[in-house]
């Protein structure tokens, strides 16, 4: 069967595209990755991966080793094979629409070099409507003869869960202009579907959409809870509890419902604000116009926190602040985005001596948070701190002993801004605890406090 099979190229090698062209290989296809940037070709064709994601690298090296996976700067390199997979970056452009134009340029710069019947598959998550515009520009730039067809195929994995979500994906959607295309995405995925993944083929718009709407859904419902949380501030109500207690409702479900410093990463805010860009271009603003306020709640949360600081210490002006977590969340050093980041920039900007700590996000939070100082472990950055500030849920913070903080801090004041952390152990320890969207006792014991 392996002769039979069609050769793939995996254009874009970043976060999604070196994960896909892994996960290809794994399935047992012959893998082109293709990048302009010849340092990360490097680093990949290594076996090393640029950035944190488990289990990645042990797939890419076995599969480079191998020989089924190899990586190249020179688009000839991959016209050959039958099956592209356009996994290039979508960044936000200034008025909070997509910039397309790697994916325009991925396009022009491979087609009119195929000189086999092929099939473009475009996996980066693009506005409802590139994919016809760019139909168009295939048929036009494409060598006579040759068949260039496009399908859409979006991809939905999760940053620090990468491997398991390309291997065994929730659901695969394959957006198709016929049943050739179809049936040579059946053929790249039969290991899942044989396996029982649902597939949902549609039209090319429908799986442009489906992205977009799923973020944008998964950003609203941790805006909901987020909202929640302010009526919760207001009103004495505790936000944790009515969480536990709405996603008891299967309809809603627990996940995505834990309130507390809000989303960021690569995908959420970027897919929310271009979904917006472009349904007022299609003269359908309206329609999602309330993303905007899921935006705007989730902004809401960094100045929520910040003021519970400064409820805290006063001025910011000198004051030790020893910040827990740098990444956008647990489980990745991806800091795109990241309410924690802003959070200390914005108290570094305020004059606040923040020293933080992350597993992972230590080269990009450094970077990303000048003036930072970045601590080797937890207890070094909580050393002399006036305030601790729990920012990003890894689950090495749950397991921090809270009598061992408390020894290495000056005042025992913690803000879980993330609910998370175990506030009955914390307060037995003496410390104050507070959290956004809780109104929590004061400590048993508070004699260490200022
Ligand atoms: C997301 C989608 O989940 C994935 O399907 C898509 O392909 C890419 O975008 P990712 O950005 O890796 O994946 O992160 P995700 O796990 O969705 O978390 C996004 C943000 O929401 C993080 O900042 C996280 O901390 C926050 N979050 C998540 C909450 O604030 N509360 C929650 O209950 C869940």
Known sequence: ????????????????????????????????????DPSRIDSLSRGIVPFHEPGLAEMLQGHVASGRLRFTTEVADVAHAQVH??????????????DLSQVIG???????LLRLDSLVVGKSTVPVGTAAALRSRIEEISAPGVTVELAWNPEFLREGHAVEDTLAPNRIVLGVPGPRAEALLREVYAEAIAAGVPVVVTDLPT????????????????????????????SGADVTALADALGHDERIGRRFLDSGLGFGGGCLPKD?????????????????????DVDAINLRRRDRVLAMAQREVGAFDGVRIAVLGASFKPGSDDVRD???????????????????????????????????????????ACRKADLVLHLTEWPEFRALDPEEVGQAVRR??????????????????????RAPGRHLAAPARAGSLV
């Open 207 to 234: 799986a442009e959409l489906i992205k977009q709407a799923a973020n944008s859904f998964l950003a609203t419902k941790i805006s909901f809870v987020n909202a929640m949380a302010e009526v919760c501030e207001a």
């Open 106 to 112: 991925a396009v022009e710069a491979l087609v009119p």
């Open 338 to 380: 990241s309410p924690a980041v802003d959070v200390m920039n914005r108290l570094r900007r305020a004059g606040a001596r923040v020293t933080a700590y992350d597993p992972a996000a230590v080269l990009t939070g450094r970077a990303a948070a000048p003036g930072v100082r970045f601590a080797a472990n937890p207890l070094v």
């Open 272 to 292: 929310l604000r271009a979904l917006v860009a472009r349904a007022e271009q299609l003269g359908c603003g309206k329609s999602v116009a309330f993303l905007r």
């Open 85 to 98: 997979f356009v996994c290039v970056g979508t960044p936000q452009g200034a008025d909070g629409s997509a």
């Open 1 to 36: 069967m392996s002769t039979h099979r069609p050769v793939l190229s995996v254009i874009g090698t970043g976060y999604l595209g070196a994960t896909h062209a892994a996960g290809l290989a794994e399935l047992g296809f012959e893998v082109i990755g293709l990048d302009r």
């Open 412 to 433: 025992r004041v913690l803000i879980d801004a993330r609910n998370a952390l175990d506030v009955d152990a914390w307060t037995a320890a003496g410390w104050a605890v």
